[in-house]
């Protein structure tokens, strides 16, 4: 597990993200817990620094970096469906993978519509830890194949025409048709394996309190960079007012219009 105090903190979601393209589903959300509840700030944003000062980076400042949310998103994927050759750059068709990295506390799930490479949509349940329905529709002319990591159980699909070749399911199929299967769902949850991810427990008192401004550093200390955007964001329309406070609706008779900082056209009459 990801554990160093210079580490960029957004090294825990894109580290989830690879864990899962590998399979190793339980080390995945075992990065992705970590990341959402000790680098995520309650409006949503990745900060970098490690807010509960449970020692997972050295960094407890908060500058945002937008690519560690769209990672965890993407990890999240990993996690649901892949779709990848296993002979990058030979033109052969992608390998649509359903459920790849699923970790075994996520026990039932769905989702609708996720593209695969070649533009197929993608939708499937899993229910007791297996997959038990799912459904293809065609991007484009050619093969759809799909890996069986079914655990021996056998799909019944909606038409004919499906093939085995090794650990592959393939149909041919036209831009806009689609293909469908059903499994049978497990009578019970299978046992946890080894190294299940439990979930991660954080005490709440150690949390760096926030400041108005998400962006100030560890000791709430405003940064020139606070300041400046204070300057440029915070005092329009109240020059006389403190530039770094936080801007609230305002209507006032004959002032401008001010509302979260932005000036609008006109006046209150």
Known sequence: MLRNIHLAIYSFSWMSALRARVGDAESAVRHLDIFVKAFIVRNG???????????????????FTLEGNFAAL????????QSWSPTPGQQDTEIIRIFPAMPWRWRDATFSDLRAEGGHRVSATRENNATTWFRIVAGKDGAIRVRDNFGGRRPQWDRDGVRKTGDNFE????KGESIQATLPKPPEIP????????PVVLQTSSRVPLDTRDGNDTNARRSRGDQIAGRNYGSIGNPREDPLALPVPQQIRGRPIV???EFLEGRIR
């Open 259 to 261: 509302c979260r900082g």
């Open 74 to 81: 993407q990890a999240v994927h990993e996690m649901l469906l």
């Open 171 to 174: 149909v041919s199929l036209r």
């Open 191 to 198: 046992p946890a394996p080894a190294n299940v991810a439990e």
């Open 45 to 63: 944003f990745h900060v970098n620094g490690d807010q509960t000062r449970s020692g997972y980076s050295g960094m407890t400042y908060r500058p």
